[in-house]
């Protein structure tokens, strides 16, 4: 059972454009939201997470936006860059559970052309 | 302040082989997770650790296993290694279990070929 849904998989966007990654849950327990950013080679980093007690937040050129009711989340890059070029990773969590366990999507492919 | 330590960086195995990978976590951080990584099935949960104590398991089958030393150290054993089993494992380290931090640190991973 795929928990995190995202989609698309992969996304191209020319420099200066928006892209935006989606991702659906099914578990309502799940109330800690993180977007994670990897580059090849390397691990994944946190880039921004979010609580359902708010719709949305914002960093820099990255938003998180939340839809409790359709237990849907998104993550929108404004401005995009080709260093933003790389594997974006949607989680979910839990916290209060007595254990740390991240469900995760399958990730998105961001590439943007310069 | 060190990052999440991962050895060996690369390995190959041949099938019916055993491995075992090892992970230093960020210092004063207790909490240790392992995930496999597969271009299939993305990023899957192994198994948590907490002082020495299993939290969590994943739906891996009886030949993953790990373990956690006193020093939050924290090592992972595959054995009759499978074809399948070629992935990036990739070990994070977090300053709590669950809560409100929320944070994992990724180690850059271990990747493994199993040949």
């Known amino acids: 059972q795929q928990q995190v849904k995202q989609s698309p998989q992969s996304l191209i966007v020319q420099k200066g454009g928006i892209s935006i990654i989606n991702c659906a849950y099914e578990n309502t327990a799940f109330d800690y939201f993180p977007w994670y950013q990897q580059f090849p080679g390397k691990g994944p980093a946190l880039l921004i997470a979010?609580?359902?007690?708010?719709s949305e937040k914002k960093e820099g050129r990255f938003t998180i936006s939340f839809n409790k009711s359709a237990k849907q989340f998104s993550l929108h890059i404004m401005d995009s860059q080709p260093g933003d070029s790389a594997t974006y990773f949607c989680a979910a969590l839990n916290s209060g559970g007595s254990n740390y366990k991240l469900t995760f999507g399958k990730g998105t492919l961001l590439t943007v052309n310069p | 302040k060190a990052g999440v330590t991962q050895t060996p960086r690369y390995l190959i195995k041949t099938r019916g082989q055993q491995v075992t990978l090892s992970c230093s976590p960020i210092?004063?951080?207790?909490?240790v997770s392992w995930y496999q990584q597969t271009p299939g099935q993305g990023l899957q949960f192994l198994f948590e650790y907490f002082s020495e104590t299993q939290r969590n398991k994943g739906n891996f089958p009886g030949r993953f296993s790990g373990r956690q030393f006193s020093n939050s150290r924290s090592e992972m054993n595959v054995s009759t290694l499978e074809l399948g089993d070629s992935a990036l494992y990739l070990c994070?380290?977090?300053?709590?279990?669950?809560?409100?931090?929320?944070?994992?640190?990724f180690g850059e991973g271990s990747r493994l070929t199993v040949l």
């Open positions: 210092s004063g951080h207790r909490s």
């Open positions: 994070a380290s977090s300053l709590n279990t669950g809560g409100l931090a929320g944070e994992l640190f």
């Open positions: 979010i609580r359902p007690d708010v």
